[in-house]
């Protein structure tokens, strides 16, 4: 299949191509969490969300592969490098409590994925410690047990999450696809740039379109 993609034509085959939605958590998508604690409008995220329930519902429907991914914390933190814990002036911190539970601990409320994207049963769930899939997981044997060579990449943060777990996929082989619509940043400015940097130079990084072209490409 192909998809109407910058910069050219993104191919791909659905039973190697995985549906990686990155981090779409409380603590990064609703008030109260590790996004607002950074001092940032957690609103600005939402408008990924219905974009992001098309293309979830139909590649489920297509029997594609979906792995979900979340961004946290063992409860003693011992995952949690000083540099991260210590970092920045939050009004929290990770680990402390927090509305939600504590921030960006694994088990609490906020930790887990939004209900509107809520992870269907034998949809694996890929807890990393850092910004990228790959550092610390089991993401690249998942990908590899399940003979995967192409991934659609959605989520938050564009500048953060998305793009460091897009640059891990593109040194590793990966044909990576960020769809512009079902990813989404507390500053549109980083969004706009950050989708750029991936496409420009010939896709140094991978491929970016909107989701109605997955979308025509799959019906
Ligand atoms: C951030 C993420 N922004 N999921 N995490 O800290 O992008």
Redesign the pocket.
């Known amino acids: 299949m192909i998809v109407d993609a910058n910069p050219g034509p993104y191919s791909f085959d659905p039973a190697t191509t995985a549906l990686v939605i ?2 779409m958590q409380r603590d ?1 998508c609703e008030p109260e969490g590790f996004g607002e604690t950074l001092g940032n409008d957690v609103s600005l995220l939402r408008s990924v969300i219905p974009p992001l329930q098309q293309v979830l519902a139909t590649a489920r429907a297509l029997g594609m592969t979906v792995i979900h991914t979340r ?1 946290g914390h063992a409860p003693d933190l011992s995952d949690c490098p000083p540099a991260k814990l210590n970092r920045g002036n939050p009004s929290l911190r990770i680990g402390d409590p927090g509305p939600k539970g504590r921030i960006l601990i694994r088990g609490e409320y906020g930790h887990d994925i939004i209900d509107e994207l809520a992870p269907l049963p034998g949809e694996p769930v890929v807890d990393k410690p850092g ?1 990228g899939s790959f550092h610390g997981t089991g993401f690249g044997d998942l990908l590899r047990e399940k003979g995967i060579s192409s991934l659609v990449v959605a989520g ?2 564009t500048e ?2 998305v793009h460091t777990t897009v640059r891990e996929a593109n040194d590793r082989g990966y044909e990576c696809l960020v769809l512009s619509d079902c990813t989404g940043s507390y500053f549109p400015e980083f969004h706009r740039v950050a989708l750029e940097m991936i496409a420009a130079q010939g896709g140094i990084f991978g491929w970016v379109a909107p989701s109605s072209a997955l979308l025509a490409a799959l019906e």
């Open positions: 990155i981090d990064f961004e910004k938050v943060t953060v999450c």
